[in-house]
């Protein structure tokens, strides 16, 4: 899950909200302060800050890239938002473009770790569901700090050579016929919100902390393992260390894709969360010309539809790139199922106080499983 950030002044978008501009518009633990490397720099090339494996890293894309613009493309990588927040702080000038998740967004640029993008330089701008596009999760003050780029849900994950019929229900996680065999994330946040949602309260505030830890706590026996990162989820998976768990939506296609795993994907009767990311220049990039170039690039139909047929995609935040994917793609049936999208809570800003919240009861509940 690509989980939320702290928000004390700028509202999160409401579900409801949200959820009436993607249908109008057809859509279906703390890092440390460690500066990491100053990364050395070149002409003709931009630093994109992001998660390993998510899009912008690419080989055939970044190629393709700098055959058309020229501008060689090197990564550098986060294993969390706050690693994210960190990196930006600790290395100002190092990084061209970093992926955000939106409800981060606010955090970095009132912080001035992102500046303002010239949309008129994203020919592809306009093609972006309003829903997204517009939302004040990427902008401020009039200002548009990230673009849209894709979108998601974190569910439930399942073997489909182990489930007939297909689970409905998060309590598949509780269910006793799967002892042993339950995986999830090893994420304050997301283990939080699913402890929310499994006993029917808001995901992102719930009003009883006490239930919500006594529920995850009832994970125990269920446990096979947590995980981390989607490579190590997808070895986990392929060695039948688990038969279900919490996953994302587009890393579930990726894994009946590139790995031909057999992967079956829902969303709970119950509710699952719902994400969305952008892509944003960061403050003092050295290349801000082919930082654009390159987010412009990234929301291309023509690289969505390749990406999202040869690995795997969350979905897109362009609407003529998600109509463009073949009708039997894993992905487009995924996010194109409105019954599913109904059903999701998406992410709000969290205070630091609440997250610090979610932190320790997570601790405290990982201590338990570890008894």
Request: charged share 25%; aromatic share 10%; with cysteine.
């Amino acid at each position: 899950m690509r989980d939320d950030g702290k928000g004390l002044s700028r509202p999160g978008v409401s579900r409801r909200r949200f959820m009436a501009g993607a249908s109008a518009m057809g859509l279906g633990a703390a890092a440390g302060v460690i500066a990491a490397p100053r990364i050395v720099r070149a002409e003709g090339k931009i630093t994109v800050l992001n998660w390993q494996g998510y899009g912008t890293d690419e080989a055939w894309a970044v190629e393709a890239f700098k055959q058309a613009t020229g501008v060689e493309v090197v990564h550098d990588y986060f294993t969390s938002e706050q690693e994210m927040i960190t990196k930006l702080r600790t290395n100002p000038g190092a990084y061209d473009v970093v992926l955000t998740n939106a409800a981060w967004n606010g955090m970095a640029s009132g912080e001035g770790l992102v500046q303002p993008i010239d949309t008129g330089k994203i020919s592809h701008f306009g093609d972006l569901s309003q829903a997204f596009r517009d939302s004040p999760m990427l902008g401020a003050d009039g200002k548009t700090f990230g673009v849209a780029w894709v979108w998601g849900m974190t569910a439930i994950a399942y073997n489909t050579e182990k489930f007939s019929p297909a689970p409905d229900s998060v309590e598949v996680l509780w269910d006793p016929k799967n002892a042993g065999k339950v995986c999830v994330r090893d994420d304050a946040v997301e283990a939080v919100s699913y402890g929310g949602i499994a006993t029917g309260q808001d995901m992102n505030r719930p009003a009883d902390l006490g239930k919500v830890k006594e529920k995850l706590l009832g994970l125990k026996p269920q446990l096979a393992t947590l995980w981390t990162a989607e490579d190590e989820w997808n070895k986990l998976f392929q060695a039948g260390t688990f038969d279900v768990a919490i996953y994302w939506s587009g890393s579930a296609a990726r894994s009946k894709t590139n790995f031909k795993l057999p992967v079956g994907f829902m969303v709970p009767k119950e509710g699952g969360i719902g994400w969305f990311d952008g892509l944003a220049v960061a403050a003092g990039a050295p290349n801000v010309d082919g930082a654009h170039k390159f987010i412009d690039y990234m929301i291309d139909p023509a690289f969505y539809v390749e990406w999202a047929t040869k690995a795997g995609a969350p979905a897109s935040a362009n609407v003529k790139a998600n109509e463009g994917l073949p009708a039997d793609d894993m992905g487009r049936q995924i996010h194109g199922d409105q019954d599913a999208i109904n059903r999701l809570q998406f992410m709000a800003l969290l205070t630091d106080e609440e997250r610090q919240t979610y932190n320790d009861l997570w601790t405290e509940v990982k201590a338990e499983f570890a008894k």
